[in-house]
C-alpha cells in the first residue's frame, strides 16, 4: 500500500483524492447533526488540495448541510450523491434535478404523516432527496423493518428510489445518478489519471467502480460491524475508523 501511495503522489498533479463524510471523515453518530469531522481531517484536506489536481467530498448530504462542516481551502463540496455541487460559491445543480424538488416534498409530507406509526425513525428533508434515519429508536432494526414498506410506497407513488444504508433509507430522485456518475464526470472533466476514493457505504461501491481504468486506484473502506460485503471486497485497503481513514490522507500529503 505504501508503494500505491506513492505511486498515488508522483502523479498528483493529475490525479483526485474522494472521499465521503458521514463514516469517512466524521463518525456516524445517532443524530446526524451532531456529525463533526475528526481532529486532522481539515488539516490532511488542505495539504492534499494544495497538490492534488481535485480533492472532494461526494457525500449524500446537501451542499449546504456540508458547507457547515468542511472547512478546509481548495475543498470541492458535491452533495446528494452528485446532484449539487458548490462552484464558486453558488451551488450548481445537476440538469433536470431541480423538477423532483416538489415530488421529494409530497414523499416527505407524506412520510412525516406515516412515520408516526413507527417511533424512533427520523425524516431528513434534504432539498432534491430525503432521508429516513433509525439509529435512534431503541430497536433500529425492528423499526426500520416497519418503516421501510411506507417509504418504499411514499418513494414509488412520486417515481423516486429507495437506496438502503447504515440505518437509513435515502429516497432521490429515478435517474439522479450516484456518487459514481459524480466521480466520473469529475475525472473526465479534470483528465485524471489516478485517484483515490474513502467510502463505508452502500453508496460508495459505485465511487470505487468509477476508478476502473485508472493508471493507478485506491480504494479505502471503513470498515464496521455494519458495512456491506460489496464494498470491503472492493476495497483495496481496509480501515477500522475515520480516525485511521485520516491518518492515511496525512500520509499521503507527507509522500514527497
Known amino acids: 500500500m505504501?508503494?500505491?501511495?506513492?505511486?498515488?503522489?508522483?502523479?498528483a498533479p493529475h490525479a483526485g483524492i474522494f472521499c465521503d463524510f458521514d463514516g469517512c471523515l466524521a463518525a456516524i453518530v445517532p443524530d446526524p447533526d451532531e456529525a463533526r469531522a475528526v481532529r486532522g481531517a481539515?488539516?490532511?484536506?488542505?495539504?492534499?488540495a494544495a497538490r492534488f489536481r481535485v480533492v472532494a467530498v461526494v457525500s449524500g448530504r446537501s451542499v449546504t448541510d456540508l458547507r457547515r462542516r468542511v472547512h478546509a481551502r481548495g475543498v470541492r463540496l458535491?452533495?446528494?450523491?452528485?446532484m449539487e455541487e458548490l462552484l464558486g460559491g453558488t451551488i450548481s445543480v445537476a440538469p433536470g434535478a431541480e423538477?423532483?424538488?416538489?415530488?421529494?416534498?409530497?414523499a416527505a409530507a407524506r412520510l412525516e404523516r406515516d412515520l408516526a406509526g413507527a417511533p424512533g425513525a427520523v425524516l431528513e428533508r434534504k432539498g432534491l432527496a430525503l432521508a429516513v434515519h433509525f439509529r435512534r429508536a431503541d430497536d433500529p432494526e425492528e423499526v426500520e423493518s416497519r418503516a421501510g414498506p411506507m417509504v418504499a410506497e411514499?418513494?414509488?407513488?412520486?417515481?423516486?428510489v429507495v437506496v438502503p444504508g447504515r440505518r437509513i433509507l435515502e429516497v432521490r430522485p429515478s435517474g439522479g445518478g450516484d456518487k459514481g456518475d459524480a466521480i466520473r464526470r469529475v475525472i473526465a472533466h479534470e483528465s485524471l489519471h489516478a485517484a483515490m476514493v474513502g467510502g463505508d457505504d452502500v453508496g460508495d461501491i459505485p465511487?470505487?467502480?468509477?476508478?476502473?481504468g485508472l493508471s493507478v486506484a485506491v480504494r479505502v473502506a471503513v470498515v464496521s460491524?455494519?458495512?456491506p460485503p460489496a464494498l470491503t471486497e472492493r476495497a483495496d485497503l481496509l480501515v477500522d475508523s475515520p480516525r485511521e481513514f485520516v491518518a492515511v490522507l496525512g500520509r499521503l500529503a507527507a509522500v514527497d
Request: glycine share 6%.
Open 78 to 82: 458535491i452533495g446528494l450523491h452528485g
Open 154 to 160: 411514499a418513494a414509488a407513488d412520486e417515481g423516486l
Open 2 to 11: 505504501d508503494d500505491r501511495l506513492e505511486a498515488l503522489s508522483r502523479s
Open 99 to 106: 423538477r423532483w424538488r416538489a415530488a421529494v416534498e409530497r
Open 207 to 212: 465511487a470505487f467502480e468509477a476508478l476502473n
Open 225 to 227: 460491524a455494519e458495512s
Open 42 to 48: 481539515r488539516l490532511a484536506l488542505e495539504r492534499l
